[in-house]
């Protein structure tokens, strides 16, 4: 497969998807400059993500990717729940307000979702993308007979090997450098924390699916060594953050900006499974030895949100879901189009 000519991309560029940060507009002028667009639907619903297709295709008629979250749906744990809740207590304090009386699931998770699988197939995009797993085999063979190529983001061989097996036609290796969620299939499972470089050239020898490198790439040098190691794109989260077409709040665009960028942490405590963040008042929380077990995702989410509004209601935008990879110092707060052909045009530069 020629990945480049099947999506007709003239650079060898995927915006990562970023939940919460990534907005139609961001998606629409990174198609429209050459690039891979991604739309991320993993935290909203039918409906929410039908018209942010709409606003999306009203934007663009180039291809682009939707991207799904396919976690397990977790069980409530009442007694581990209260423990966690009670632990933040103190926290919200500080802001004059009360956690949530108790946990809720607040993302549904792709995998047996049949309205949100309806609403990928209406759409028939040119690339659906999948985060922490892989959905069923009846939902990948209905994709694939929609014309999509599937890409399947993935830590390890392992879990490469059971993407090939599931019908998946390109790899993300996201390292351990990422910024957001940490894509393993088991949360709890031991994690060989394979970085960018090596996770890539891995995989690239392994040679049974094309690769596309993930993690602290933010310029045209990057994308380059991407490339040298044998992956057919790069895909860039963090770099598109400072955009002024992303999501992100005042608050998160002048921590990028900051000293914290060169101090990001991997952490569970802001969502219930493993993210790198930018160094912040919720990743110094999270470091705490006194605190119980985390709850399981997206449940923990639901306090974590919780605490970041009632820290933004007073002022304090140190509690956000503020996530970065390591790369962050290197961020550029560029239109998106604009960043696009500065990255194209320096990695242009670096061809013999």
């Known amino acids: 497969m020629d990945f480049l000519a099947r999506l007709q991309l003239s650079v060898p560029l995927i915006q990562a998807p970023m939940a919460g940060t990534s907005t139609p507009a961001l998606a629409a002028q990174v198609c429209e400059a050459g690039a891979l667009g991604s739309l991320a639907l993993g935290a909203i619903g039918p409906e929410a993500a039908r018209q942010q297709i709409a606003q999306l295709r009203s934007q663009t008629a180039r291809p682009f990717n939707l991207n799904l979250f396919v976690h397990e749906t977790p069980r409530p744990d009442p007694a581990g729940e209260q423990a966690w809740l009670e632990a933040l207590a103190p926290t919200f304090a500080l ?4 956690p949530p009386t108790a946990l809720e699931t607040i993302y549904e998770s792709f995998a047996g979702n049949a309205a949100m699988v309806d609403v990928v197939l209406e759409a028939r995009p040119a690339v659906v993308s999948f985060h922490f797993g892989l959905p069923e085999a009846a939902t990948i063979d209905a994709l694939k007979r929609a014309g999509c190529l599937l890409l399947g ?3 390890s061989l392992a879990e490469a090997e059971l993407s090939r097996s599931a019908g998946i036609d390109v790899l993300v290796a996201q390292g351990w450098e990422a910024g957001g969620h940490r894509g393993m299939f088991t949360p709890d499972a031991p994690d060989d924390r394979l970085g960018t470089c090596a996770l890539t050239r891995l ?5 049974k699916l094309p690769v596309i490198a993930a993690g602290g790439i933010m310029d045209g040098r990057g994308i380059r060594a991407a490339l040298d190691l044998g992956a057919v794109a790069a895909q860039l989260g963090t770099a598109f953050v400072a955009c ?12 990028l900006a900051s000293d914290a960028a060169w101090h990001t942490v991997m952490t569970r405590a802001i969502s219930g499974r493993p993210a790198r963040c930018l160094a912040n008042r919720f990743t110094e929380l999270g470091q705490r030895a006194d605190l119980p077990p985390v709850p399981a995702y997206p449940r923990t989410y639901h306090a974590g949100k919780a ?16 996530w970065a990879g390591q790369g962050a110092p290197l961020s550029r707060a560029l239109p998106a189009a604009q960043l696009v052909a500065l990255l194209a045009a320096e990695l242009s530069s670096t061809r013999p």
């Open 95 to 98: 802001y004059g307000a009360q």
């Open 203 to 207: 995989l690239v020898s392994w040679g």
């Open 307 to 322: 605490l970041n509004a009632a820290a933004l209601s007073q002022g304090e935008a140190l509690f956000g879901a503020q």
């Open 244 to 255: 002024p077409e992303s999501n992100a709040d005042d608050g998160y665009r002048a921590l």
């Open 153 to 155: 983001s993935v830590t």
